[in-house]
């Protein structure tokens, strides 16, 4: 599998822009996941959200236009980043000692994510694999919908996420 060095990304109306630059060390095995917990389904109005985890360090602002946070769970350290104007959820900001931020996958730019197209539209490259992997992570096990969100492979936690940071329990799936 390739992995980027670089991509792009940013909300529907482009008020919001951003670049990834991965560090050499950057945790490909843990760093796509999906959540299934309620807040990213009433952001996102989907089943299941695709985030990619990045180092604070990693993420340069290319436009913060109409950028906004919101803390919706206080006194909790994340908070949700979204586009003000065309309402785009970009992802989660980790403002604790992780220092971390979940990239929601669907904003990073078409060109990274399919790659080029060929003579019959169908994608052809891109890192869609890399960013996403299919086979790690789920959270919010819990909320998981029977026969929908059960059938992906990969590691499922109960609630929030690998071991050191938090989880409960987990299951493999093959």
């Known amino acids: 599998m390739q992995y980027p060095k670089r991509v792009t990304g940013g909300c529907n109306c482009g008020g919001v822009r951003y670049q990834l630059t991965f560090a050499p060390d950057h945790d490909w095995e843990h760093g796509g996941h999906t959540c299934q917990c309620t807040q990213c389904r009433k952001q996102s109005g ?9 180092n604070l360090s990693e993420l340069i602002w ?4 109409t950028y906004a946070e919101y803390n919706s769970s206080p ?3 994340f908070f949700r980043v979204f586009c003000n104007t065309c309402g785009s959820t970009i992802g989660w900001l980790d403002r604790g000692e992780y220092r971390e931020m979940e990239i929601a996958v669907g904003t990073i730019d078409e060109d ?4 080029e197209r060929d003579a019959e539209d169908r994608p052809v490259g891109g890192f869609g694999e890399a960013l996403v992997n299919v086979q790690g992570e789920h959270y919010y096990l ?3 919908v029977k026969g929908v969100t059960d059938v992906s492979q990969g ?3 109960w609630k929030l996420g690998r071991a050191s940071k938090g989880a409960e329990s987990e299951r493999q799936l093959d």
């Open 46 to 54: 989907a089943l299941m959200l695709n985030f990619h985890t990045i």
């Open 62 to 65: 290319l436009s913060k236009t």
């Open 142 to 144: 819990r909320n998981e």
């Open 155 to 157: 590691t499922w936690f």
């Open 75 to 77: 006194p909790s350290r």
């Open 112 to 115: 990274f994510l399919v790659g």
